[in-house]
């Protein structure tokens, strides 16, 4: 089945160490989508890339960064995670402007939890 | 800017009986979508249902169906013959349709199904 894959479902880090988050795709969407959600509170959108045009929401901290090595693939690195970064992060796709239905519901990926120590 | 508003933090509703979500936004735009995700506890965030704006029709799956005014900017969601799985947290989302690829949450409502 297409589906959005987020690896590991939990990760645990130390306060200032560097981590990386990873998602992967198999709709062949254009666009992939990092969020992050505390805990009983909406997702916040971080960013977002449209094929390979990287869009950062303004409110994002430097803190976190995003790459798109290819369609499949999306990662977020977060280069010095504080305590208040622990969160549950999720992955979403859309299909994006391109011809066919349904191309701006977002599909969402499992998680990862994120506990920084 | 467009908001999205759950006025709703939780409701309960008794295992088979019907239950209204309410859903409310701000928009300038005429042409847009609107979703109901549902987020069940340590799970998956999946689509519940979606309406487009310039469709006058109630988007329906199932036993979820929406009650979508335009004037009023009123997208509520319905379930009926509430089930033990319906439980989870109903995200209200909107989108624009042309030039921007982002989602706009509401705050959600935490549905639980009393047996």
């Known amino acids: 089945d297409a589906m959005v894959i987020q690896n590991p479902r939990y990760q645990v880090t130390q306060f200032g160490k560097p981590v990386t988050l990873s998602c992967s795709q198999t709709?062949?969407?254009?666009?992939m989508y990092w969020y992050q959600q505390k805990s009983s509170q909406a997702p916040k959108l971080l960013f977002h890339?449209?094929?390979?045009?990287?869009?950062n929401e303004a409110d994002t901290p430097d803190n976190f960064q995003s790459r798109r090595p290819n369609t499949s693939f999306c990662f977020l690195d977060i280069r010095s995670p504080g305590l208040g970064d622990a969160a549950m992060y999720l992955c979403?796709?859309?299909?994006?402007?391109?011809?066919?239905?349904?191309?701006?519901?977002?599909?969402f990926g499992p998680g990862t939890r994120l506990l920084v120590l | 800017a467009q908001t999205v508003t759950q006025s709703q933090p939780e409701m309960s509703v008794q295992e088979a009986e019907t239950v209204t979500l309410s859903c409310t936004y701000d928009?300038?735009?005429?042409?847009?979508?609107l979703f109901w995700y549902k987020q069940p506890p340590s799970r998956q965030m999946i689509l519940v249902i979606r309406?487009?704006?310039?469709?006058?029709q109630n988007a329906t799956e199932n036993r979820f169906s929406v009650n979508f005014q335009k004037a009023a900017k009123s997208f509520s969601l319905k379930i009926s013959d509430s089930q033990l799985g319906d439980a989870a947290m109903y995200f209200c989302?909107?989108?624009?349709?042309?030039?921007?690829?982002?989602?706009?949450f509401g705050t959600g409502t935490r549905l639980t199904i009393i047996p």
């Open positions: 979403a796709t859309s299909r994006g402007r391109t011809s066919g239905g349904d191309q701006e519901t977002q599909y």
């Open positions: 709709l062949n969407h254009n666009v």
């Open positions: 890339y449209y094929d390979k045009d990287f869009n």
């Open positions: 928009t300038s735009e005429s042409d847009y979508y």
């Open positions: 309406q487009e704006a310039y469709k006058q």
């Open positions: 989302a909107y989108r624009v349709n042309f030039g921007n690829e982002k989602l706009t």
